[in-house]
């Protein structure tokens, strides 16, 4: 049995991940920012356990760790959670940026930091989901972008470094997903949101386990993926 710890659990592309996972029996560790929040995924994915960090505060992540108990090996850490907030560089305020830098870069790069040991006893496998906007930035996108870009050379940078310890690192840059987060993105734009004319996120939750479940001769490093509509 593997045990996976997956952040953005709640909703979007990271519910329909641990719903699949806890479905085939595998165990799961969910990273809950509060203990309501623990309280919700406990009960949606009944054997679970919770951790309990706020990733909007990632230098408190080894404080909140230190009081509760770890796993002792990790099959995976999955960065799937991610907050979003267009603006114009002229009009972005430094809450702003570190608002997005914190969430998307910042603490994936602290969780992973903590959790090194456990996924280093299994040689297990860092995902990172990052964005279409972590390979190209468009106006109003740049504190995004930016935080997607410092993901993409984090995910680079950590697989040459752990390629000796059997730690897999793969990156999957979805296009624009239907997901609640898509639904606030359309809200900013002042558009229409029609989830049908997005990517499910069952699709990219597809491209998650493959690259999850490949056999240990191979690794897939980066994996695009795009609406087919």
């Known amino acids: 049995m593997a ?10 592309i990271g519910a329909v991940v641990a719903r699949r996972l806890h479905e085939r029996g ?4 969910l990273l809950a920012r509060d203990a309501g929040r623990a309280k919700e995924l406990a009960e949606a994915y009944p054997g679970s356990r919770t951790l309990v960090g706020d990733l909007a505060a990632p230098d408190r992540l080894s404080w909140a760790f230190s009081h509760q108990s770890l796993p002792e090996r990790l099959d ?3 960065h799937i959670a991610g907050v979003v907030d267009l603006g114009r ?3 972005l305020t430094p809450k702003t ?6 969430v998307n870069l910042v603490a994936p790069a ?19 989901v990052n964005s279409g906007a972590g390979l190209n930035a468009h106006a109003e996108w740049g504190a995004y972008a930016a935080s997607k870009h410092g993901l993409k050379a984090l995910a680079d940078s950590l697989r040459y470094e752990e390629k000796a310890n059997g730690v897999r690192v793969t990156s999957v840059y979805p296009g624009r997903t239907a997901s609640p987060m898509q639904a606030k993105v359309h809200q900013q734009e002042g558009k229409e949101y029609d989830a049908a004319r997005w990517i499910d996120p069952g699709s990219v939750a597809t491209t998650i386990l493959m690259a999850l479940d490949l056999p240990r001769d191979a690794e897939v490093n980066d994996l695009t993926v795009r609406p087919g509509r």
């Open 3 to 12: 045990t996976h710890l997956i952040t953005g659990a709640g909703s979007g």
């Open 26 to 29: 595998d165990e799961l560790v």
């Open 89 to 91: 560089i002229g009009d």
């Open 76 to 78: 995976s850490l999955l």
């Open 110 to 128: 602290e969780l992973t930091r903590l959790l090194l040991p456990q996924l280093r006893v299994s040689q297990g496998t860092v995902i990172f």
């Open 97 to 102: 940026w570190h608002a997005q830098l914190d």
